[in-house]
């Protein structure tokens, strides 16, 4: 997903016991875009709230405040309780206030290649002809190269220590405060075939021609060198050797009890979260420094490939305009079921004391 062009502050809050005096020893990391104060955003938190809130620090004028704020919350996600508080004493504040200014510095860095890729360079067509390398994108391309090797092999532990949370997980939906297993039930959908076979020509007054679409893959040359199965042989086979997962909306209800094995395979699950999303954002920014060095060309020798331009799209049916215009048929063909799911979602933070 591309990075939100979005500015703004991000503040530090806490809050205070009117009775007591009592300062909580909890922080909420949370942003205002440039389109709000942050005096506002206070007032929304101190509505319905029985204790005060008060800032503690700010960092005004991020380029990019929406990538900061979750930067933030990964790097410290060992002090993350829930939502966007985390447990943090007065000089850990002060360490992570720092952390931000430094990652806004560098995002003023990295600006002009990120809006230049994002802002001209993702919507131009390409001129056919490919750029040669030169020490600058080889460079890139080996760092490209090297993060992506180490994204699959963090892909794959964390699928494995999943796998290692279900084969805990047994009979129940749910580990306290640690997973939970989350069901999306099968939904009709628009049967579209029957539709088209019991009513051909409203079928064909309702397929409707498409603009054609911009196409702007970006591929590299050299990724099969990224590959688990070749930098990592034993990983890939660990991963390979995953046992299936399978759920049952019969199991949602039960909660499995925490024990400290658990909470240690979490603690460790959460490393492993850090590390990648940090090196998705790494990769992320050069990935953007690449681009720019492309330009508008298609690509650059033996280093990647980035053809854009547009293609022409067949004339596709509306179902929303069918939807509009014959309610009641539409309703008729809801007749397609969709599959339902079940995805396991580990907590990003600890809302527990470790036993």
């Not at 720092?98 to 230049?116: G, V, Y």
Request: net charge positive; hydrophobic share 35%; glycine share 4%.
């Amino acid at each position: 997903m591309a990075i939100k062009l979005t500015p703004g502050n991000i503040y530090f809050i806490r809050d205070i016991d009117y009775l007591t005096g009592e300062i909580g020893k909890y922080v909420k990391i949370g942003i205002v875009t440039n389109e709000r104060k942050t005096e506002d955003r206070l007032k929304d938190h101190q509505t319905g709230n029985p204790r005060g809130i008060y800032p503690v620090a700010e960092v005004k004028d991020v380029p990019f405040v929406e990538r900061l704020e979750t930067q933030l919350h990964y790097e410290y996600n060992h002090k993350w309780i829930t939502g966007e508080w985390f447990l943090l004493d007065d000089a850990e504040v002060k360490l992570v206030v720092c952390r931000a200014e430094e990652l806004k510095t560098q995002q003023l860095s990295d600006q002009p290649f990120i809006e230049h890729a994002l802002l001209k360079l993702h919507k131009a067509v390409s001129n056919g002809k490919l750029k040669k390398a030169n020490e600058s994108a080889k460079k890139l391309e080996t760092d490209i190269l090297h993060l992506k090797s180490e994204l699959n092999k963090l892909d794959a532990r964390i699928e494995i220590s999943k796998n290692a949370f279900y084969q805990h997980l047994g009979a129940h939906g749910s580990i306290d405060k640690i997973l939970k297993i989350k069901h999306t039930p099968s939904t009709l959908k628009f049967n579209e075939a029957e539709f088209a076979a019991a009513h051909p020509k409203l079928f064909a007054q309702l397929t409707i021609p498409r603009d054609p679409a911009f196409k702007h893959t970006f591929n590299y040359t050299n990724i099969s060198s990224t590959s688990l199965k070749n930098t990592d042989p034993t990983l890939h086979a660990n991963k390979a050797a995953i046992t299936k997962a399978t759920y049952s909306t019969v199991q949602l209800a039960g909660i499995q009890d925490r024990t400290v094995d658990l909470e240690r395979m979490h603690a460790e699950h959460l490393i492993l979260l850090r590390e990648a999303k940090l090196k998705e954002y790494a990769l992320e920014m050069l990935e953007y420094r690449l681009q720019h060095l492309v330009g508008t060309y298609d690509g650059i020798e033996g280093i990647c490939l980035w053809k854009r331009h547009y293609t022409d799209q067949p004339a596709a049916f509306s179902a929303a305009a069918l939807k509009l215009k014959h309610p009641k048929l539409y309703e008729k063909f809801l007749t397609k079921p969709s599959t339902e799911s079940f995805t396991m979602e580990v907590e990003k933070g600890r809302a527990y004391l470790p036993q």
